[in-house]
T-cell receptor, first 110, second 114 residues
Framework: GDSVTQMEGPVTLSEEAFLTINCTYT??????LFWYVQYPGEGLQLLLK?????DKGSNKGFEATYRKETTSFHLEKGSVQVSDSAVYFC?????????FGSGTKLNVKP | SAVISQKPSRDICQRGTSLTIQCQVD?????MFWYRQQPGQSLTLIAT?????????ESGFVIDKFPISRPNLTFSTLTVSNMSPEDSSIYLC???????????FGPGTRLTVL
């Protein structure tokens, strides 16, 4: 069935370090792919999305590329900040249903 | 994007009681969803609430425990009935923008059951 798998956390980085959070998916169709971010005590916010193969979603210095050949949508940022500390959820969805990964907690230390 | 508000933002309840959570959207939407997020976990879909029809529940969730109302295109409620400590979770309301295939979330209701 359809699913999303993302790397377990927590991920702890120093400020200005490079971030990668891995995400892979299984899908019967051709879903859109998303990254959501959840800051402490808040709901989920859409961070970026990609709707078809080779699309790159980007926002706030984060980016992810829809890789159909490897069924992946890894999240990257070149230089993280303390304010990026949050839980990141990878998701896939189409008009019928959305599927969420288990979330990866990111801690960025000054 | 849709702006979603939820009330209450948090509550502490006694075992055996019920709590109704309200979800208000700033635009008319067809598809609304209720999720549960247990501590340190991902999101679990409870049910889909479309206006004008009965809510559709996911496996493991039943209407008697989680009755849902959807009286119009901008509002929904979820009731957590006969609560136990296992119901302690964040409950999230969500809507889907069918045109852009995006899903938006409310800020959540943090429920603690003693």
């Amino acid at each position: 069935g359809d699913s999303v798998t993302q790397m377990e956390g927590p991920v702890t980085l120093s400020e200005e370090a490079f971030l990668t959070i891995n995400c892979t998916y299984t899908a019967t169709g051709y879903p859109s792919l998303f990254w959501y971010v959840q800051y402490p005590g808040e709901g989920l916010q859409l961070l970026l999305k990609a709707t078809k193969a080779d699309d790159k979603g980007s926002n706030k210095g984060f980016e992810a590329t829809y890789r159909k050949e490897t069924t992946s949508f890894h999240l990257e940022k070149g230089s993280v900040q303390v304010s990026d500390s949050a839980v990141y959820f990878c998701a896939q969805g189409n008009f019928n249903k959305f599927y969420f990964g288990s979330g990866t907690k990111l801690n960025v230390k000054p | 994007s849709a702006v979603i508000s939820q009330k209450p933002s948090r509550d502490i309840c006694q075992r055996g009681t019920s709590l109704t959570i309200q979800c208000q959207v700033d635009s008319q939407v067809t598809m609304m969803f209720w999720y549960r997020q247990q501590p340190g976990q991902s999101l679990t879909l409870i049910a889909t609430a479309n206006q004008g029809s009965e809510a559709t529940y996911e496996s493991g969730f039943v209407i008697d425990k989680f009755p849902i109302s959807r009286p119009n295109l901008t509002f929904s409620t979820l009731t957590v009935s006969n609560m136990s400590p296992e119901d302690s979770s964040i409950y999230l309301c969500s809507v889907r923008d069918g045109q852009n295939n995006e899903q938006f979330f409310g800020p959540g209701t943090r429920l603690t059951v003693l």
